[in-house]
């Protein structure tokens, strides 16, 4: 069974750092995309990092401030985020998807397995 787990969510102030946990299980790891997503109140599901074994992705509003990262030795993704801003507050889910050839995306509709998500609140 495929489980997702994220941790690592809270409330910090603008400027301040964050750093999520994707705890992976039921699934070979290391032929899976990792990613993740951000949902806000009222808008749609986007794609905010994605990992594979050498590349990574990352939507244009977080280069420079987020890191994704992966230990496969531990079945968990990290999503390292600083100089928050008020907009990064979200619910923050992580997602994976089987490699099989395809390329690394950040597309909602490519990914099948969701975790619950972590809230993250940045203030002013």
């Known amino acids: 069974q495929v489980r997702l787990v994220e941790s690592g969510g809270g409330s910090v102030q603008a400027g301040g750092s964050l750093r999520l946990s994707c705890v992976a299980s039921g699934f070979a790891f290391e032929s899976h995309y990792i990613a993740w997503f951000r949902q806000a109140p009222g808008k749609e599901r986007e794609g905010v990092a994605a990992i594979s074994f050498t590349a990574t992705r990352l939507r244009d509003s977080v280069k420079g401030r987020f890191t994704i990262s992966r230990d496969n030795t531990k079945n968990t993704v990290y999503l390292q985020m600083n100089s928050l801003k008020p907009e990064d507050t979200a619910m923050y889910y992580c997602?994976?998807?089987?490699?099989?050839?395809?390329?690394?995306?950040?597309?909602?509709?490519?990914?099948?397995?969701w975790g619950q998500g972590t809230q993250v609140t940045v203030s002013s």
């Open positions: 997602a994976a998807k089987p490699i099989r050839g395809s390329p690394l995306s950040l597309m909602v509709r490519e990914y099948n397995d």
